[in-house]
């Protein structure tokens, strides 16, 4: 196969992907997670603002502080012109960061495999379940992070060569004003000189000298960016200031059995494999390999490392560990091919192939097509925005707080403008777990005066009800108590209810 | 001519640390822009307790201010001198890295235990280099006057192990003590190490790299660096046992960080833009937390509003004050009332509960301020805050805006 035939191939897998999830993501008006909206309300604020960053927001937890990595906005400014144009857009951007993923993938794999080998793990990279399940029609700093994270590697990878050099110096320094996951690599970084050094590999003096200035300038921006959030929080950052409950929902023990869930058998099982190959014959390989080889692995070991100490969130651990180990995955299905080839039916590698890449779309594409079509199910509807509005043109209570639940929280900021009791933007918020708690009580509890009193504290005047919210407490204590609570808004996926008592 | 000229570098430096420390540790001072030159609690703390308060008898909020403040000079005159006995290299570049440290400007800052026993073991040190003579060791039993036990236990083995030499007799105990020390801090947790992580007298993370390749370096030469590497062990252990060790070990690593410094100064970069960053990213990260604590000082509680309130209620009938823990040790200093905290009557809305209270404590004024506000109330009709709003034996004898002072009358 040809370089000119690879192209075209790999611009059919990025076309497919970007194509894939257009589909979805043109299925509704809205965004698929409650984070899309607080991301777009950070974007239009900037226009408000005077393009000045917000240090404040008035309406998240009922006004708390903001500790966000700016860059991430500042890059999307212009999107607040265009009107209702853009939240199509948006889609459109985000949906084309994630298809570009499959290009690094085949890019890295490519300096330690054969073409075929690259283009399959690129394909299969192009359909992660768990990175549809994480970026699917949502506005998520990942979708930038991820693949100029790979990008960097591969920039890594090439840094003898000046220009990938000062591309890096230029990429490391933009993405640490992104978001902090890029520590991740930085820590990637420093395992591989540990591994390295077990495995008696020599690491170049430039690249030490490049992983040092990464991981320093990468430190520095983080520093910079997070330093009242980390004086007042110290190491527990880290968990973002959720509250005690959902620590462990979110923060969860690793097992083999959520890993095949979301990334599929396959990665997982040739991606070890591929690892027990690469470190097999680590002796014999060329220099350039052995180091590529060792990098890979501490990316999946760091991912590994960050999810069993549980100190990163569950599903975007997976989605960093799914992408190593499809990377690494290109050596053992090179080892496949080459067995085959020697096979005395050699001759059918051609269709051996052709099976094997039917085979490979048949569970990845059904894989991620059963994700894909959840996340879309699961997304806001015109119903419980037809509530929201309701809440927001009841003129009577303009500047009290709303009630939701956390996962909603975002939701009602965005859609009444008005103040919620507690969002995701959770750091800097004092007595977290009272006021997570006070925001479920108010749904789970029997006795009205319970309700009012947690309404009173915190400001509230009207309550928001989904349809998840009903069924996740099986209660509706408001429908009860017409006196104190009258029903504004009802249709079949929410409710709305202003307090009157 | 040489000695001359020598004479004249050194007290040039002199000068310049002199002239630099002053600055940096008056600039939060004059720049804070309030009525009342000290700042958060600490200082506070000791005008009321041990000997600090009758030193400071003459004049509290003078001696505060500026005892720390000369003894941060002095303190950073003996480290460079030290450094100079030890090596010269580093002498002039550690003591400019330790003046801009967070934990050396807010240990000299504050008018705190640990001034006066840091600078009298720098004092000693100097002094055993300067004269030759071991037996300056016992002055550093003074610093017990002043500060834990922890501090001088430290401080004395450190001495113990420099004097020594290295010798196997002493070897054995410092051991010893410190496998005693590691294992009693299995029990106490343990604590974060930097400023960065909210720890105010911690060290820069940026200190903390560069000792990294300083200690890199020095294992080079391993057996030259024997004692310092054990006084590093045995002051990282006992960090685990006090965490104020930390202001101690700040004057161990910074050596060391300067160490460092030089390494990638002096190193042959492959790639001299790479180089270049590293370097410029050190000097940023060592300064940013400079700039850090100089801010976080500047604006420090109590402000100019605060402080009138605290005058308004000093001029008020006795009675006990009812605020906010943190809140208590201002009110006894400036406002020289008793002060009186409880959770119950702070979250109460029942009337009959929090009567109880007060009469039981005599409760007669309530402070109420907005910075602390958020930590025990979400609103004004919070808790007892609703009590005070709506029950008219509350009165509002004053309001400026920031603070507010309510009085019980029943």
């Known amino acids: 196969m040809n370089n000119k035939k690879a192209f075209w191939i790999i611009s059919i897998i990025i076309i497919s992907s970007f194509v894939f999830q257009l589909y979805f993501s043109f299925q509704t008006d809205y965004f698929s997670d409650e984070i899309s909206y607080f991301h777009l309300r950070q974007i239009e604020n900037l226009k408000e603002n005077n393009f000045k960053p917000s240090v404040y927001d008035g309406l998240s937890n009922g006004g708390s502080d903001l500790s966000l990595s700016p860059l991430f906005y500042y890059l999307f400014f212009w999107v607040g012109f265009l009107g209702s144009f853009k939240e199509i857009i948006l889609k459109i951007i985000f949906a084309a960061l994630i298809s570009i993923i499959p290009l690094f993938v085949y890019l890295i794999s490519r300096e330690i495999s054969s073409l075929p080998s690259s283009l399959f793990v690129s394909s299969m990279a192009a359909f992660l379940p768990i990175l549809f399940m994480q970026s699917l029609n949502k506005i998520t700093p990942y979708a930038l992070v991820l693949p100029v994270m790979l990008y960097l590697i591969y920039c890594f990878i090439n840094a003898n060569k000046e220009k990938y050099l000062k591309q890096f110096i230029i990429l490391s320094i933009i993405i640490s004003w992104i978001h902090p996951a890029i520590m991740i690599l930085s820590l990637s970084f420093v395992i591989y000189l540990i591994l390295s050094y077990g495995e008696s590999v020599k690491i170049p003096v430039n690249k030490k000298e490049i992983i040092l200035f990464f991981v320093m300038v990468t430190a520095l921006i983080q520093i910079v960016i997070y330093h009242q959030a980390l004086s007042s929080m110290g190491s527990k950052i880290i968990f973002q200031n959720l509250p005690t409950s959902l620590l462990s929902e979110y923060f969860r023990d690793f097992n083999l059995i959520d890993l095949i869930y979301v990334i599929g058998t396959l990665p997982p099982l040739w991606g070890v494999l591929g690892i027990f190959y690469g470190f097999k014959n680590i002796r014999t390989m060329d220099k350039n390999k052995k180091e590529i080889i060792i990098l890979i692995s501490s990316f999946i070991f760091t991912a590994l490392l960050l999810l069993a100490l549980k100190v990163i969130k569950f599903y975007i651990g997976l989605v960093f560990l799914g992408i190593g180990l499809i990377i690494i995955s290109s050596l053992s299905i090179d080892k496949i091919l080459i067995r085959v080839k020697n096979f005395k039916f050699g001759w059918a590698l051609k269709y051996y192939y052709i099976i094997f890449v039917l085979f490979m779309i048949i569970i990845v594409f059904f894989s991620s097509y059963a994700v894909s079509s959840k996340i879309i199910e699961k997304t806001i509807t015109s119903e419980e925005v037809f509530c929201l509005e309701s809440i927001k043109n009841d003129w009577v209570h303009k500047d009290f707080s709303v009630a939701a639940p956390i996962e909603e929280g975002d939701y009602v900021t965005y859609f009444t403008g008005k103040k919620n009791i507690i969002d995701w933007n959770l750091m800097g918020v004092k007595n977290i777990d009272e006021k997570y708690n006070n925001s479920v009580d108010i749904y789970k509890t029997e006795s009205s005066t319970i309700a009012l009193n947690i309404a009173n504290k915190y400001n509230v005047r009207h309550i928001y009800l989904s349809d998840s919210t009903k069924n996740k407490y099986n209660k509706n204590l408001f429908e009860k108590n017409e006196r104190c609570f009258e029903k504004i808004c009802e249709n079949n996926k929410a409710e709305a209810y202003r307090i009157k008592c | ?410």
Do not use: C
């Open chain 2, 1 to 410: 001519m040489k000695i001359i000229r020598q004479k004249l570098i050194e007290s040039n430096a002199n000068l310049t640390l002199i002239v630099f420390s002053a600055f940096l540790l008056l600039y939060p001072i004059f720049f804070r822009d309030k009525g009342f030159l000290l700042g958060g609690i600490t200082s506070y703390y000791n005008l009321n307790n041990g000997l600090l308060s009758y030193i400071a008898s003459i004049n509290p909020y003078i001696v505060a201010t500026y005892l720390p403040l000369i003894f941060g000079i002095i303190s950073l005159i003996l480290f460079y001198k030290i450094l100079s006995f030890l090596d010269k290299n580093i002498a002039f570049a550690s003591s400019i890295i330790i003046a801009i440290s967070p934990g050396f400007i807010n240990l000299y800052h504050y008018y705190n235990s640990y001034f006066i026993p840091i600078t009298l073991s720098l004092l000693t040190f100097y002094l055993i280099l300067k004269t030759q003579k071991d037996n300056w060791i016992y002055l550093i039993y003074l610093i017990a006057i002043f500060s834990d036990i922890y501090l001088t236990m430290i401080l004395v083995l450190i001495a113990t192990i420099y004097i020594s030499k290295w010798k196997t007799l002493f070897l054995i105990p410092s051991i010893g003590i410190s496998g005693f020390i590691s294992g009693l801090s299995l029990r106490t947790g343990s604590f974060s190490l930097l400023y960065e992580l909210g720890t105010k007298e911690g060290l820069s993370i940026f200190i903390l790299f560069l000792a990294f390749f300083g200690i890199r370096e020095m294992l080079k030469k391993k057996y030259s660096y024997a004692s310092y590497f054990l006084i590093f062990f045995v002051s990282l252990v006992g960090l685990i046992f006090s965490r104020d060790l930390i202001i101690l070990f700040l004057f161990i690593v910074t050596p060391v960080a300067t160490k460092g410094l030089d390494r990638l100064w002096t190193h042959n970069w492959k790639n001299l833009m790479i180089g270049r960053l590293v370097l410029f990213i050190s000097v940023i990260g060592l300064l940013f937390s400079t700039v850090m604590v100089i801010g976080n000082l500047i604006d420090e509680l109590p402000d100019d509003m605060m402080i009138d309130g605290f005058m308004n209620l000093k001029d008020l009938d006795d009675g006990v004050v009812f605020a906010a823990p943190n809140r208590g040790i201002w009110i006894k200093t400036i406002s020289e009332k008793e002060h009186y905290f409880n959770e119950e009557l702070a979250y109460t809305r029942d009337f009959e509960i929090a009567k109880k209270i007060i009469n039981e404590t005599k409760i007669k004024y309530v402070w109420i301020d907005s910075y602390g506000m958020n930590d025990y109330w979400y609103n004004d009709e919070d808790g007892f805050m609703f009590i005070i709003k709506y029950n008219q034996d509350f009165d509002n004898i004053y309001n400026n805006g920031v603070v507010s002072i309510w009085e019980f009358n029943e």
